[in-house]
Nanobody, 122 residues
Framework: VQLQASGGGLVQAGGSLRLSCAASGRTFSANAMGWFRQAPGKEREFVAS????????YYADSVKGRFTISRDNAKSTIYLQMNSLKHDDTAVYYC????????????????WGQGTQVTVSS
């Protein structure tokens, strides 16, 4: 599977953005998917993951209650709805595919997408 992320941009604190990650290939619906982010000078960190069927989701504590991950297997796309954005959410966001949500949360990634920049102005 190949992944293409989009939807990043500049937004004021308190605002919202929705990221998308479109997948190509026939195995999308068999993969758990996730979002990670990397801020300047920091390591890449887990943000959210979703099971292959979309019936289980997991979030980092820092985004819980503000971000929502979802997927549309018919469109081979996952989404990250980001609300109540904070300056600390500024980062390059990456989508990723893995065997399971446990693998993704353990940073055992099968495929990385390219990043999309999210900048939150304070």
């Amino acid at each position: 599977v190949q992944l293409q992320a989009s939807g990043g941009g500049l937004v004021q604190a308190g605002g919202s953005l929705r990221l998308s990650c479109a997948a190509s290939g026939r195995t999308f619906s068999a993969n758990a998917m996730g979002w990670f982010r990397q801020a300047p000078g920091k390591e890449r960190e887990f943000v959210a993951s979703i099971s292959s069927e979309g019936d289980a989701t997991y979030y980092a504590d820092s985004v819980k209650g503000r971000f929502t991950i979802s997927r549309d297997n018919a469109k081979s796309t996952i989404y990250l709805q980001m609300n109540s954005l904070k300056h600390d959410d500024t980062a390059v966001y990456y989508c990723a595919a893995g065997i399971s949500t446990i693998h993704i949360m353990s940073y055992k990634i099968s495929t990385w997408g390219q990043g999309t920049q999210v900048t939150v102005s304070s």
